[in-house]
């Protein structure tokens, strides 16, 4: 069974930086595109940034320039360095696959980004 496990979310004042971590075991990380996903409350969740299993990166218009996604496949665990927060970006972050079939989503982690 697949697992995945995020981290590194937190309280953070506008303008700040955080760094989410994911790890993924049960199932070989390095041959998967891989996401970061986020979901607002009353929002649908979505994409913000992927990454191919060669580590080519896309994001999306609303966090081009401010983050950026890595994978280090020798750990099984990829990164979302998030920098010139808005409250805009306050949701609970996850991890999948880039694209479908997705694995079951794990309990995320909570990013609040406010004054």
């Known amino acids: 069974q697949v697992q995945l496990v995020e981290s590194g979310g937190g309280l953070v004042q506008p303008g700040g930086s955080l760094r989410l971590s994911c790890v993924q075991s049960?199932?070989?990380?390095?041959?998967?595109?891989m996401g970061w996903y986020r979901q607002a409350p009353g929002k649908q969740r979505e994409l913000v940034a992927g990454i191919s299993t060669r580590g080519v990166t896309n994001y999306a218009d609303s966090v081009k320039g401010r983050f950026t996604i890595s994978r280090d496949n020798a750990k099984n665990t990829m990164y979302l360095q998030m920098n010139s927060l808005k409250p805009e970006d306050t949701a609970v972050y996850y991890c999948n696959r880039r694209d479908y079939p997705l694995y079951s989503w794990g309990q995320g982690t909570q990013v609040t980004v406010s004054a």
């Open positions: 049960g199932s070989i990380f390095s041959i998967n595109a």
